[in-house]
């Protein structure tokens, strides 16, 4: 039993995980590649024009799955930040840090290509549908984390003052959401529903699985890489670092 | 609880011997809530309909104001420190200082905004949702803007900051504070809003201290 403790809590370290995150980074970026290369290929080749939304329709294979990934980033920052909280594990808080960032991103990805797509579909660039306006927040709660952790000059009361911040989100979100929900339909009927979409074709399914699967290991590898940069900045100090940068 | 009423008496007291930023808030509140028909122009149709949003958001800028004053003061002369060290919890000290915040800047906007909801062409019984709206929903951002007052405790441009972590918290504060008195003059039932508005202030109540006192820990490292 106290061995398999050891074990689980080896990679808390940033000296193990640093050269286990190297390891890991390739892999995913070849599943990056390749489930958005099949899934680029789907969206564009297989998947049948549709009857009503003609080709703009497209759209959602990126905008889905960065809507996806927004908010499950937000999920995983605030995990890793109350573990690091709880634990005062070191590798915790950077990875809720490098996950922040991406996390923005997909939120900013999310609301420009559901604009993009808005305007020839909806007509308007903007509406303030339910869906619309909380993930807007969410990038704001995004931006309020990083802009907070930024300010902090010592990052260890940046990683808890952060932590706190991500796990009042957290509680936040489901109450913004539904509060939103509630304005929405309360003040005028929503004239476009986004739930009213026709039944979708399989092989625009695939596309869109094959896209989230992509954005997925992106996500992943590119805050592989950001945490790999956090280790080397914040234990410069250390024998190994001198060591693993040669 | 003699702790928590001694912290409120003397956040009360402090606050007395220095009148002008307390009300700097209040005027605020003023100013900005008048600027709005200036601005829009005086239709009494019009600014009836946007006069809840309007009183809303000044108070929650109004609020948001005199947010950074709450412990900065305190952690500049070690204060905050002591109460950390007393016998007394940390949290219950904590939830006297938000009360005192509330009672200097919250409870004069609830006062006040029946007056000058009255230049919004606003009814009686309008103006009495509003400030029962108000008076649920401020000491909300009273609580909330706490956590965010003791995260940015001592950090470069923590005003700025402050308002980018607190203002989104705030939303579910005012789309129900807001849409009460909106319901109300369009002639439905507030029952829901204020309902939803006194639960989410029974669940700051109970968490929001904590999360402050967790986060000036933090700061006092």
């Known amino acids: ?246 | 609880m003699n702790a928590f009423l001694a912290t409120v008496r003397r956040d009360l007291l402090l606050a007395m011997r220095r009148k002008s930023e307390v009300l700097t808030a209040v005027f605020f509140f003023v100013i900005v809530t008048s600027l709005f028909p200036l601005g829009i122009g005086p239709e009494p149709v019009l600014l009836k309909k946007i006069a809840p949003g309007i009183l809303w958001v000044a108070a929650l800028l109004a609020t948001l104001l005199g947010l950074p004053r709450l412990f900065a003061a305190d952690h500049a002369d070690g204060t905050l420190e002591q109460m950390a060290l007393s016998p007394s919890p940390l949290g219950l000290l904590v939830a006297g200082k938000i009360l005192a915040h509330w009672l200097l800047c919250g409870l004069p906007l609830v006062l006040l905004a029946p007056v000058l909801g009255l230049q919004f062409d606003l009814d009686a019984s309008a103006l009495g949702i509003l400030t029962l709206a108000l008076l649920l929903g401020t000491p909300l951002l009273s609580l909330i803007g706490a956590i965010g007052a003791a995260l940015t405790l001592g950090v470069r441009g923590g005003g700025v900051l402050l308002a980018l972590l607190v203002l989104p918290l705030y939303i579910p504060a005012l789309i129900f504070g807001a849409g009460a008195v909106e319901a109300h003059i369009a002639g439905l039932d507030v029952g829901g809003h204020l309902s939803l508005l006194a639960a989410m202030l029974v669940l700051a109540a109970f968490f929001a201290p904590w999360a402050t006192t967790a986060a000036l820990r933090i700061a006092l490292e």
């Open chain 1, 1 to 246: 039993m106290r061995q398999s403790i050891i074990q689980w809590f080896r990679f808390a370290s940033p000296q193990s995980f640093y050269p286990l995150a190297g390891r890991m980074i390739p892999w995913f970026w070849a599943a990056a590649a390749i489930s958005g290369i099949a899934g680029l290929w789907i969206s564009f080749f297989v998947a049948p024009t549709d009857a009503q939304q003609g080709e703009g329709y497209r759209i959602i294979f990126v905008h889905v799955p960065a809507s996806w990934m927004s908010m499950f980033i937000y999920l995983v920052m605030a995990f890793w930040a109350g573990i690091g909280l709880a634990l005062n594990t070191r590798v915790s808080a950077m990875m809720a840090q490098s996950l922040a960032p991406t996390g923005a991103l997909m939120a900013a990805l999310s609301l420009l290509t559901g604009a993009l797509w808005g305007k020839p579909m909806w007509g308007a660039w903007w509406v303030w549908d339910a869906r619309l306006t909380s993930e807007l927040i969410l990038f704001f709660l995004y931006l309020g984390f990083m802009a907070l952790q930024a300010a902090i000059d010592d990052p260890r009361r940046a990683d808890k003052a952060g932590a706190i911040l991500a796990l009042v989100g957290v509680v936040n979100i489901p109450i913004i959401y539904f509060s939103v929900k509630w304005w929405n339909t309360l003040h005028q009927g929503s004239t476009i529903n986004l739930t009213k979409a026709p039944s979708m074709a399989q092989t625009m399914l695939w596309g869109m699985l094959l896209m989230a699967l992509a954005f997925w290991m992106y996500s992943i590898a590119v805050s592989l890489m950001r945490v790999r940069a956090i280790i080397l900045e914040r234990e410069r100090h250390t024998e190994w670092v001198k060591h693993a940068v040669e």
